[in-house]
Each structure stands twice: as C-alpha cells, then as structure tokens.
C-alpha cells in the first residue's frame, strides 16, 4: 500500500508541553491534542470505502456531471488532504482529507469509464428488421433462449447509429450455437428502465456491456457464411464463446440428466442447460450464489491447486529445503485462477474474484500475509479502478460486505484464540464452528443487500449452506478438479459423472430448504435508502475500526438503520410496464393481471405468480383499504366521484386525483408507485420521465 494511505505523524508530543504563554487558550490547545490523537481506524480501508462510495453517489446522481466538476473536487480534495496531513499534520483531519479524496476519486473513475463505455443505443421500437452479427452468448430466458449477438449489420441503421450488441429472444426451437454468424429477423427495442425505486437498472448494465438493444425473434435465426469478425478481440471473443459452449454442453451430457444443467453452470458458467425448477430452488433456498462464478469458485479452483501443488513439491526433499514451496504453489494457483477466469467467460464478476484471488496469491508471493483487511482494501480499490459500475450491484456489495465481515471476524476470533486457548486451531470441532461462524457472519452481513434489491431473504439459507457447503467443498470441487486433470488423458467423463452425482445432493438440499416449503413469511418491508446506508455504516464501521470505538458505531449504526427501516411506509401498490399490478394485501403480496402490457415487472416481485386476474371490474381488499379496478374509462369519473380506497384505470384521465391511477400515465412514466405512511397518507410516488444520463437518454418521444 502506498506510504500515503498510512496514519499521519501525530504531533501530539510537540504540543503537549506548550507553555500557557505563547498566546493560545486551553480550549484551543485541548481540542488540537484531541486532534492529534492516534486513530482506531484502518486509513487503507477507510480509502477503499470512501472510493467505492464515490463511485456509488456518481451513478444516482439525477444530471450528468461535467469533468470541470469532477476534476474540481478532486483537486480540491486532493489539496486538502496533503495541507491537513503534512502542515498540520492533525489526524482526524488528515482522515477526513482521506475520505473527501476517496469519495471524489471514485467519482471520478466512475465518470471516466462511462465515458469510454457503452455503444450506440437503439432509441424507440423498431419495426421488424434484420440483424446479423454472431453469436457470442446464449442465456435462458422465460420466453425462451436470449441470443447475445455481436452486430455485423442492421437493416435500416448506419454504422454510426448501429449498436455494437444485441440480445434477442428466440421463441423456438434454437438450431445455432456460440460463435455462429447468424441472421435474425425480428423487433428490437430500447433496454428497458426500471419501474420502480432502488430497481434493478437494466439500462446502466447495459451500457456498460455494450449492449444497445433487446427485443425478440420472429421465426427462428438462420446460420450465415460469413467468417469471423475482423480485430483480433472481437474473433478471439467469439471463438472463445463457441469452445465454451461446447465445453458446457460436454459436461451437461457427461454430468447426467438431472444435475448436468448445474455442472456446465458451475464449470464453464453458461447457465442455459439448467432448468427453471432447479434455478428457482437454489434461489429460494438462498444457494444461488453457487450460479454465479465468483470468489467461492475462484477460491476453490485456486485454493485446490495451492494445496496440491504445496503438498505435492514438499514430498521433493531436494526442492524443499531449497526453495518455499509456498511460492511456486501460489503461482501455479494464480495461473489455474486466470485459465478458470477465460474459461467461465471473465464476467464482472468472475473478473472480481480473480481480483481477490491474484492479489491474495501474490501476497504469498512477495511474504505478505495472505488474508488481511489490507489486502481486502486493494482488492476493492482495484475492482473500482477497473469495474466503477459494479459497485451499484449486489453481486459487488454482497461479496465485498461478506468477505470484510469474514476477515474481521476471524482477525478478532485469532487474536482471542492467542489470549485464551494458546493458538490452538485444528480438530473437527474447529473446523465446524468455522463452518457455522462462516455461514453465520456470511449471512448476516448481506442480508441487509438482499432485503433492498429483492425484498427478501433465503429464510432457511444458514441452515441449507451449512448442509450444502460441505459437499461442495469437499466432494464436488475436488472431483471438478480431478475431471479437468483426467481430461488430457481421455478419462473425464467417469469423474463428471460422479461430479454430477455430488450435485445431485446439492440439488435435493435445495429443493428441500426451498422458501417456498418451508417459510412463506421471508418477504420484508422495503428497506430504503436511509437505513441501508446505516448498515453499510455498521459494517464498514467493523472492517475499518479497531477497539472500543468499533463496537460502539456497528451498534449505534444498527440500531439507527432499525429504527429507520421500521419507520419507513411500505410500498402498498405498484402499477408495473408489464401491466401487472403489484398489491399488499393481509396475507403478503399479489400479483394481479389487469393490462397486457410490454415492460418488465420489478425484480423483487419476479417470484410472485399471478394469483389473481381481474381482465374485468373487480375489487380487492388491499393492507391499506380496497381496491378498486375499473373495465370503463376514468374519463367517466371526477375525483369527487369516486369512492373509498384506490382506483385503477385502463383507459383515460384525471387529472390531480391521489387516489386514482391511470394506464396511459403509467406508461408515461414507467410505473407508478404508491406507499402509505403511519398517518395513512397517501405517498405517490413517480418516476423521472427522462434521466439526461449516458445509459438513460430522454426518448424523441419524451
């Protein structure tokens, strides 16, 4: 870490024996003692939070801000920093120089990579066009596969309007495959924004995938003659996504019928063989980070061939006693890590994980300690210097909040180990409280991140980690391990097969602890902003301070967020693009199908069937009064005319009425939103119709 980030010089010994006389009052001289005391905080994580923070605040900013303002309040932060850390040289405001850099540092990198990101962005809907490019993705969707494609060519647009990706469901039966130059007759439209506050945004991830377009297939996609696309990174891309099909497609017939699906997923992480009946269960079961390629993975793939490696060169008695084995281990780790990254497709987040993993592997290299809130700091600091955007989703904030936690409390639990048991560490009844600690603190660190972007929790996941992780760790990586190993020598597919066979058990603990048999009840009130921002204050509190001050702001910070999340209205209707209407009743949330419409429905309400169809008049009693949808239209109605509760209208307006909402406005808007306080006001809330952002540009029609 650079010298920079470490604590300042105290001079609290300069002033301590000032005389009375040399013209400052005791207040004065008390407060710059006070000042000058040494901090309980760690500088280099404290800049890391800051950093990533400041990323955080660029991305909901409502205008786009211009570089004279960034740049502006990074120098002044920059200078700030310097005058208070080595004029004054005064902690506390050296600290606060630190975190003023920090913040306006991420902003910066964060404004930087907008800048160079993203593609042309197809505007309005098109009519019905012909796309060619090829194939470098082929995800699952409801409706069917969704073709990533990289463009060659669209009908009608010219190459400066032309987006360089697009991704297109394809409705029947699917004859191309990665790495295929295809042409699709079809409809595309713009990335759709979501309907909703604190919602996953679409339109931001992307921009920054390149992908200027969605929409779907008329008919099926035809395979073209044209050969790879021109630029060394665009052919090594596509022919890099058709050996991982093929790769993913071997191990789904190799694992077996009923979990190969998984294995491909885990091994390759193309997801398109699983079933939506075992996707569902992981979710609900709160396994579903095993989907997505990341530090667990990473961990495993690197941590397994450390370990043989280490072992495997210690039997070598000449080489041992010459050279610390430790360190070729390390390299052989980090190298089998980058393979794993070019394998699995070198997502975000799987570019994340190898993040952690190269510089945890090189801290063995070059005698550091592996496992340290310092190499938790850079690892963040890296990933926000190369992926700003990430830091606005879960997937970033889940596995950074899980694995500060984890460090700080097993950097605490070691040093109450030094003071009361002598370092002892070994036995299995270590090894399973480290397992309950692990899926403990794991838990409860990214519970508050899955409360605010899905509005639930896996209510049985401790319990269904704790009998998952086990096999995983200890029968299904090894054995992915040794088929990879086997594979030169032709003798893979007895090893996958048994690889499949250890995730079949996953797959029946899954199906087992799913949410839904067990615990209807694990939907939470929304949590807001507000509140998550106090947890996030708890648990940066418990990776950057150390001591008393440390307990102290994690319970403070908690309580504040509880207090602030159980004082929060909670969302009593939401009127969805898709035309489904989302409804708290008495017995927990309805999805009612009222309009077809052609948007998408909020993230955190995917699970919810459509209990309820109301194609007609109907009425229903909601958490907060009835509810009332109506087959006329409201041109029909005055507001003084309408009665008790909320009223739902398909067609028409009226206009200033809290109480009634319209289809037409809710099309305008992308959704509408209503929420009762404590009082039983009425909260309407509506969405910006345009945001003058890169990923959410005003339409021609707004």
């Not at 303002?69 to 606060?96: D, E, F, K, N, Y």
């Not at 409280?433 to 509005?455: D, E, I, M, N, R």
Request: aromatic share 8%; charged share 15%; with cysteine.
């Amino acid at each position: 870490m650079d010298q920079s980030l470490r604590e300042p010089r105290s001079l609290s010994a300069t002033h301590e024996h000032a005389a009375p006389g040399q013209g400052k009052s005791g207040a004065v001289a008390y407060l710059r003692g006070w000042l000058s005391q040494d901090l309980p905080v760690n500088h280099a994580v404290a800049f890391a939070l800051s950093l990533a923070f400041g990323s955080a605040v660029y991305f909901n900013l409502s205008g786009e801000p211009s570089w004279l303002q960034i740049g502006s309040c990074v120098g002044t932060a920059l200078l700030g920093w310097r005058l208070m850390r080595q004029v004054w040289a005064l902690p506390w405001l050296a600290l606060i120089g630190l975190i003023a850099f920090g913040l306006t540092s991420g902003a910066a990198l964060a404004k930087w990579r907008t800048t160079h990101a993203g593609s042309p962005v197809i505007l309005a809907e098109t009519e019905p066009i012909l796309v060619e490019g090829w194939v470098v993705a082929i995800d699952r969707g409801g409706a069917g596969p969704r073709l990533t494609l990289d463009v060659q060519a669209i009908s009608g647009f010219p190459p400066e309007q032309t987006p360089a990706r697009v991704r297109m469901t394809h409705m029947t039966d699917l004859e191309v495959s990665p790495g295929r130059f295809v042409r699709c007759y079809g409809v595309l439209r713009p990335p759709p924004a979501p309907s909703m506050a604190a919602e996953y945004d679409f339109q931001r991830v992307a921009w920054f995938r390149g992908l200027g377009g969605v929409g779907y297939v008329l008919g099926r996609c035809r395979g073209g003659v044209l050969g790879a696309p021109a630029g060394l990174a665009r052919r090594a891309q596509v022919e890099l996504a058709s050996l991982r099909r093929q790769f993913a497609a071997h191990v789904n017939a190799a694992a077996g019928a009923r979990a190969g699906g998984f294995a491909a997923a885990l091994m390759s992480g193309d997801r398109s063989f699983m079933s939506e009946a075992d996707a569902e269960a992981l979710r609900g079961a709160g396994l579903a980070h095993l989907l997505a390629i990341s530090g667990l993975h990473m961990g495993i793939v690197g941590g397994l061939v450390y370990l043989l490696m280490r072992r495997g060169l210690a039997l070598i008695e000449p080489l041992a006693v010459r050279v610390p084995v430790q360190k070729p281990a390390a390299l052989a780790a980090l190298t089998a890590s980058a393979a794993y990254l070019v394998i699995s497709g070198a997502s975000v987040s799987t570019q994340r994980a190898f993040i952690m993993a190269a510089i945890l592997f090189g801290a063995i290299l070059f005698d550091r300690a592996a496992l340290s809130l310092r190499s938790f700091a850079l690892a963040m600091i890296a990933v926000v210097a190369l992926h700003p955007e990430s830091v606005v989703t879960p997937g970033f904030q889940m596995s950074f909040a899980a694995t500060g936690a984890l460090i700080a409390t097993y950097e605490a639990w070691a040093a109450r180990r030094q003071r009361t048991e002598n370092g002892r560490a070994s036995g299995i009844g270590f090894t399973l409280k480290s397992l309950v600690v692990t899926s403990f603190v794991g838990a409860v660190s990214t519970a508050p991140f899955a409360v605010y972007h899905f509005g639930r929790v896996a209510s049985t996941g401790l319990i269904a980690n704790l009998a998952a992780m086990p096999i995983i760790t200890f029968a299904s990586a090894p054995l992915a391990a040794a088929a990879l190993i086997a594979a030169p020598f032709g003798g893979a597919d007895p090893v996958l097969r048994l690889f499949g066979y250890s995730l079949e058990a996953v797959l029946a603990i899954a199906h087992a602890f799913d949410g839904d048999v067990l615990v209807t009840g694990s939907r939470f009130p929304d949590l807001p902003a507000t509140a998550l921002l106090f947890f996030i204050g708890a648990l940066g509190s418990m990776v950057a301070l150390t001591g008393p001050a440390r307990s102290f702001c994690m319970a403070l910070l908690t309580v504040l967020g509880g207090f602030s999340w159980s004082a929060a209205p909670r969302v009593d209707l939401h009127w969805a693009p898709s035309g489904d209407v989302f409804l708290r009743t008495e017995a927990g949330y309805a999805r009612v199908e009222f309009v077809q419409g052609d948007g998408l429905g909020p993230m955190r309400f995917a699970d919810l069937e459509a209990r309820i169809a109301c194609q007609q008049a109907c009425q229903i009693d909601g958490a907060s009064g009835p509810v009332t949808f109506h087959a006329g239209s409201a041109n029909e109605y005055t507001c003084g005319d309408l009665g008790e509760g909320i009223h739902l209208f398909r067609e028409g307006e009226i206009p200033q009425c809290p109480t009634a909402l319209t289809w037409q406005e809710t099309q305008r808007l992308g959704g509408q939103t209503l929420r009762f306080s404590r009082e039983g006001t009425i909260l309407r809330e509506r969405k910006q119709i345009c945001q003058p952002r890169p990923w959410s540009p005003c339409r021609p029609t707004e």
